[in-house]
């Protein structure tokens, strides 16, 4: 045995990771992460005294990036050839030895600033092999196409060539050699199994100097988005819409969403404009394939308890532990429900550095629902609204497939709806009968008009759906299809919409004179606190679930002690928060 208590028997810990995932009936995606030095690259530049060539990050000034000081930066250039080569073939490697378990459904790359599979922005990548690529590929500039040497030299024509008079040829070229090296390893990893797809996930942008400058909420500056992400290597027209085969393309383009409740809005004010920005939801909605990625940012708690105790007392860092913070209730569905509703996802991926805490039954219960979907588009069902159609808070689409025709409504409000369905269907003995895909039952009843028609019927229901719900039915008849709709909010949600504007207005005014607090009041709950939930938020939720306690001296402390008490008479996740102070 060992006395670090590792495992005496060698074990392929990712084969059992994919087994794992085979035996529960869920599709693995392993993600890769290239920000680290890479073997094979740190050998040819050990072998050469002069350098490799393309290999070494250089702006546009001819500075060479420090690995020691720019950390938000990759080690090498994502456009040099022998970078790119080194990173095919770890993933080739990969998918070589493991392409026999059928858990594996493909390959990611994070694509974050500090990794080689993303471009640093339009400062970085302008080494002398890169500019004569260029050059050489675009032999209408005329420019330098034969001796490196002379983009040195001349480094001043270079500069207006590149940052001025051809521009746009430059982005666009660098992000067609970063499309061609993706697409390569795309045909590459179906070359061993033809059902795997390679997934790109931009992470972590504003770590990017220009992508946070350009995404910073602002007042005077409008951003180009798509120019922006062209920056970063990746070009609208690479990932353009197909037409709806149905298949998924061999290189899908994921967008990222970034969950950290425990965040300052000043720290999140990138990925919040981004979240909100007309311009991403534009560029996201062009691509091949809709797809989401749930990022969510664990929060470090320390044990600090544990340094006073052998043998962690000996040590002087800190123990840390990551502390997740997954929503709960109606909430845990709101991200994907949200995103169901706006850009009809066709993938919903959670998770982030970590799996998921847990899974409550009513997430599970839409994860089962959104699972009977075909893998294809839906369509948009016309509504019976004034105003513009992307506003209102619930979707409702269908898709006619070979087997039937399905359909689903998304709400995505924190209010329940009730929504009236309008539905053709042909006369049969099996008229309005409909399959849902929940314990909810949907039912379809004839309507009495004035004109019928032959062979035709028209039906109504209603369903009713909670705060972020997702529904679906499906209806095996020919000619069943849902012609419009009409919804109805509870009476008291325009109330509780100004109810919650005024309380926020209310707190923006409190907070431009609001005194900071050097110490906390009452840390230890000894003074009799003016309402029963002094210094705790609960949201919305039942107070008589929440009391805070004293236990006289002698039971369980030396002293008088008061104590939170929190007692689920409802059987539904319950939180509470401290307020924030100052210390």
Same mark, same amino acid.
């Given at each position: ?11 392929? $810990? ?10 529960? #009936?869920?599709?693995?995606? @392993? ?11 740190? /050998? ?28 938000? +930066?990759?080690?090498?250039?994502? +456009?040099?050839?022998? $970078? ?23 390959? #990611? ?15 970085? #990548? ?14 209408? !500039? ?32 660098? /992000?067609? &050699? ?10 590459? !990893?179906?070359?061993? =199994? ?46 353009? &819409?197909?037409?709806?085969? #149905?298949? !998924? ?7 990222? %969403? =970034? !969950? /950290? ?38 929060? +470090?708690? *320390? ?30 569905? *709101? ?11 066709? *993938? ?28 294809? @588009? ?37 209010? @329940? ?82 109810? *919650? ?28 606190? %003016? ?5 705790? &938020? ?28 929190? &007692? ?16």
């Amino acid at each position: 045995h060992f006395s670090d208590g590792r495992d005496p028997v060698q074990k392929d $810990v990712f084969e059992m990771l994919a087994r794992m995932f085979a035996r529960e #009936g869920l599709s693995l995606v @392993p993600m890769f992460s290239f920000d680290a030095p890479m073997p094979a690259v740190e /050998a040819a530049l050990s072998r050469s005294q002069t350098g490799v060539p393309g290999v070494g990050l250089v702006d546009f000034n001819q500075t060479r990036r420090d690995r020691s000081i720019l950390k938000s +930066l990759p080690i090498y250039n994502p +456009l040099g050839t022998s $970078v790119q080569y080194a990173v095919s073939q770890v993933i080739e490697e990969f998918v070589q030895r493991y392409r026999s378990h059928s858990a594996i459904q493909g390959v #990611g790359l994070v694509c974050r600033p500090d990794t080689v599979t993303l471009l640093p922005g339009r400062r970085w #990548g302008y080494d002398a092999m890169t500019i004569g690529r260029f050059f050489q590929a675009t032999p209408e !500039i005329g420019l330098f196409q034969d001796a490196k040497e002379s983009i040195q030299r001349d480094w001043q024509a270079t500069q207006r060539s590149l940052l001025d008079q051809h521009q746009d040829k430059w982005l666009h070229w660098r /992000a067609d &050699q970063m499309s061609s090296w993706y697409q390569a390893m795309a045909n590459s !990893i179906k070359t061993s =199994r033809s059902d795997l797809t390679l997934y790109l996930a931009p992470t972590e942008m504003f770590r990017n100097e220009q992508f946070a400058a350009a995404m910073s909420p602002s007042l005077h500056r409008s951003v180009d988005f798509q120019k922006l992400m062209l920056q970063m290597g990746f070009d609208l027209n690479s990932f353009r &819409q197909l037409p709806e085969t #149905g298949a !998924i393309p061999d290189v899908v383009l994921l967008r990222s %969403h =970034r !969950i /950290a409740p425990d965040a300052s809005p000043a720290d999140e004010r990138v990925n919040h404009y981004l979240a909100t920005s007309n311009q991403a939801d534009q560029f996201y909605s062009k691509l091949n394939y809709s797809s989401e990625l749930f990022q969510h940012r664990h929060a +470090l708690a *320390q044990f600090s308890q544990l340094h006073s105790s052998p043998p962690f007392s000996k040590q002087s860092d800190p123990i840390l532990r990551r502390q997740p913070a997954m929503p709960a209730g109606n909430e845990s569905r *709101q991200r994907f429900v949200t995103m169901i509703r706006t850009r009809d996802s066709r *993938q919903l991926i959670d998770g982030g550095e970590r799996f998921s805490a847990s899974i409550d039954a009513k997430l599970r219960q839409m994860f089962l629902i959104y699972r009977q979907f075909p893998d294809q @588009p839906f369509k948009d069902v016309g509504v019976k609204w004034i105003g513009d159609q992307s506003m209102l808070p619930l979707a409702v689409r269908q898709l006619t497939a070979k087997d039937g025709t399905y359909f689903y409504l998304a709400n995505a409000s924190p209010w @329940p709806i009730e929504v009236k369905l309008s539905v053709r269907d042909r006369a049969g003995s099996n008229v309005g009968n409909v399959t849902s895909m929940s314990t909810k039952p949907i039912q379809f009843a004839p309507l009495a008009t004035a004109q019928p028609q032959a062979n035709r019927v028209d039906l109504a229901g209603v369903v009713k759906l909670a705060p972020y719900e997702l529904v679906g039915g499906k209806s095996v008849n020919a000619g069943w299809a849902i012609t419009d709709f009409e919804l109805t909010l509870p009476a008291n949600s325009d109330k509780d919409l100004r109810r *919650q504007v005024f309380e926020l207005q209310a707190k923006l005014v409190a907070a431009q004179t609001a005194p900071a607090i050097e110490v906390l009041d009452n840390p230890r709950f000894e003074v009799e606190p %003016h309402s029963p939930l002094s210094g705790w &938020q609960i949201g919305q939720q039942d107070v008589n679930q929440f009391e805070i306690k004293t236990s006289m001296a002698g039971s369980v402390f030396r002293e008088d002690r008061r104590y939170l008490h929190i &007692q689920n008479n409802k059987n539904s996740p319950l939180w509470i928060r401290s307020n924030d102070f100052l210390v």
